[in-house]
T-cell receptor, first 112, second 111 residues
Framework: ETGVTQSPTHLIKTRGQQVTLRCSSQ?????VSWYQQALGQGPQFIFQYYREEENGRGNFPPRFSGLQFPNYSSELNVNALELDDSALYLCASSLRLQETQYFGPGTRLLVL | GENVEQHPSTLSVQEGDSAVIKCTYS??????FPWYKQELGKRPQLIIDIRSNVGEKKDQRIAVTLNKTAKHFSLHITETQPEDSAVYFCAATNTGNQFYFGTGTSLTVIP
């Protein structure tokens, strides 16, 4: 059984650019959640996907969008990057809704 | 929405002593409370969790207690070891999708 994986591990972008982050869920997991973790803070919920549909969204603007594919892998897209978007982006998968979430290693995004 | 507060923000203990981290939550409908350990530069790892129909859960040196009336839950680590040094996060959810995390406790175990 493989764990949650994310790519890329690190990314540097400039303000105004767009970025796509990827997540492969743990084998058999149909639910993926995305979090933003600023330095020294706890993860903040961005949104969750369940069976390819968005299933809840946190307090993030519409320029944060996502997708889930039939194999349950997922993408996080961020448009019009701002300096404050610099953070560690974590995805977490769970076997189904209301089950334990297992985190990937994260993508560290730096916006200059 | 839910608000999770976590204390203390930093904690130093001597090796072999116990460590206790406390979290409070605001939404009485929250029913699942996981604890994660995050080492520097690594992913959060689930260490223990508890559901609202249980008051206490133990796994070797780690235990979690839940007081639904007071809306707080605590992580207890006994016989601490240097490898327990990390940042610990509590979380709460009532829907299973949006997990609300505390701000973290940086635990240092002094050999």
């Amino acid at each position: 059984e493989t764990g949650v994986t994310q790519s890329p591990t690190h990314l540097i972008k400039t303000r105004g650019q767009q970025v796509t982050l990827r997540c492969s869920s743990q084998s058999g997991h149909n639910t993926v959640s995305w979090y933003q973790q600023a330095l020294g803070q706890g993860p903040q919920f961005i949104f969750q996907y369940y069976r390819e549909e968005e299933n809840g969204r946190g307090n993030f603007p519409p320029r944060f969008s996502g997708l889930q594919f039939p194999n349950y892998s997922s993408e996080l897209n961020v448009n019009a990057l701002e300096l404050d978007d610099s953070a560690l982006y974590l995805c977490a998968s769970s076997l189904r809704l209301q089950e334990t979430q297992y985190f990937g290693p994260g993508t560290r995004l730096l916006v200059l | 929405g839910e608000n999770v507060e976590q204390h203390p923000s930093t904690l130093s203990v001597q090796e072999g002593d116990s460590a206790v981290i406390k979290c409070t939550y605001s939404d009485s409908a929250s029913n699942y409370f996981p604890w994660y350990k995050q080492e520097l530069g690594k992913r959060p790892q689930l260490i223990i969790d508890i559901r609202s129909n249980v008051g206490e859960k133990k796994d070797q040196r780690i235990a979690v207690t839940l007081n639904k009336t007071a809306k707080h839950f605590s992580l207890h680590i006994t016989e601490t070891q240097p490898e327990d040094s990390a940042v610990y996060f509590c979380a709460a959810t009532n829907t299973g999708n949006q997990f609300y995390f505390g701000t973290g406790t940086s635990l240092t175990v002094i050999p």
